[in-house]
Each structure stands twice: as C-alpha cells, then as structure tokens.
C-alpha cells in the first residue's frame, strides 16, 4: 500500500465527516483517496450504510473496481 500525500490526508480527514467532491487532475491519487475512506467506513461495521463508488464510463468503472478490490479490505 502507498503511503499518502499530505493534500490526500487532507481530503481523507475533512471526507470523513462531510460530503465531499475530491476534484484534483488525472494521476493526482483520487481512487487511493476513496480506497482510505472506504477501508475506514468498514472499520466502522455501519451496517445501515452504503457506499457507493461512481465512474463516469464502464472501462474506467472496471479499472477503479480492481484498484478498490486490491485496496480495500
């Protein structure tokens, strides 16, 4: 696992307890941020919650789908 940069710990903590658009360029480590959030909302064991990831198309949905699965738990 990668260790994050200072701006993705920024997002990471003000995400976790506000709604939250993460708009940074391409390469900039969005998924890895959303791989943090989603692995410390499963810690919580909310089973009330849902998360949902979303992609603008199928083939870049398919690629953040395997990056999550390698980084979630």
């Known amino acids: 696992m990668y260790s ?27 998924t890895y941020v959303a791989a943090l959030l ?12 849902i998360i949902a990831f979303i992609a603008p198309t199928k083939i870049l949905l398919a690629q953040q789908a395997n990056y999550i699965k390698k980084c979630c738990n």
Do not use: R
Not at 4 to 30: C, D, R, S, W
């Open 4 to 30: 994050p940069h200072k701006y993705q710990l920024e997002i990471f903590n003000y995400a976790i307890n506000n709604n939250t658009i993460a708009f940074l360029p391409t390469g900039a480590g969005k």
């Open 38 to 49: 989603i692995n410390h909302f499963l810690k919580l064991e909310q089973k009330d919650k």
